[in-house]
Structure formats: C-alpha cells, structure tokens
C-alpha cells in the first residue's frame, strides 16, 4: 500500500529523472555529512552509519513524494505537455545561431563607430 506505485507507467521517465536527481544530491549531502563525521573522529561505526541511514530515509522519502497523487499528477502533465512541444530542426537552430551572430557583430561595429564618432566631436569641442 504504501509502496504502490501512483499510475504505473504514466509520467515514467520524469518521475524516474526527479528521484535519480533527487538520490544524486541526497547522496552527495550524505558523503559530506560522512567526511565531516569521520573528521570528527566519532568511530568508524557512526560515521558510516548515521549517513547510510539518512540515505536510506530520505531515499524512502522522495520515493513517497514521487509516487503522491498530486505531485505525480504534475510530473505527467508536465510530461506530456513537453510530448507536444514543436521542436526546432538542426538547420532551423544553425540558421538562428548565424542570424544572431551577424546582428551581434552588426551592432557591435555600429556600436563602435558612434562611440568614435562622439570621442572624436567631443576631443574636438574640448580642443
């Protein structure tokens, strides 16, 4: 019961990607705890125990808030709205890319000339 997986198979791959983000950062907090622990010189015993055991709570824990009715749902909408997104083909972005680049470079240059053009009039003026 408290182990069912909330509509199995629905919202799968954002569902699996938030609990191993979820455990990748989990895990890096209970390897600092375990550095600092062990740098306290506690005993091998607690140092290693104390963030296993947090691990495995806080792992049961994001397992419990994946699998709740009202973030689960989220997770599939949010899934299925990114199935319906339009994306961009390769020459579409190369394109774009090349089209930025060149107004870039463009009011860069445009730039450049009216900040001479100004320096110039006001070495002028001040002369």
Do not use: H
């Not at 339009?86 to 930025?100: G, H």
């Amino acid at each position: 019961m408290i182990f069912d997986i909330y509509k199995r198979g629905q919202g799968k791959y954002t569902r699996l990607c938030t609990a191993f983000g979820s455990a990748i950062v989990v895990g890096l907090g209970c390897f600092q705890l375990y550095v600092q622990l062990e740098a306290a010189e506690l005993g091998l015993w607690v140092a290693t125990m104390v963030p296993a055991g947090l691990f495995v709570a806080l792992s049961f824990l994001t397992f419990w808030i994946v699998n709740k009715p009202s973030v689960a749902d989220f997770m599939i909408a949010a899934e299925n709205e990114v199935k319906k997104v339009n994306w961009s083909t390769r020459k579409e972005i190369a394109v774009s890319t090349l089209v930025v680049i060149v107004v870039v470079i463009f009011t860069a240059v445009l730039i450049g000339i009216t900040d001479l053009g100004f320096q110039m009039f006001f070495m002028w003026l001040l002369s």
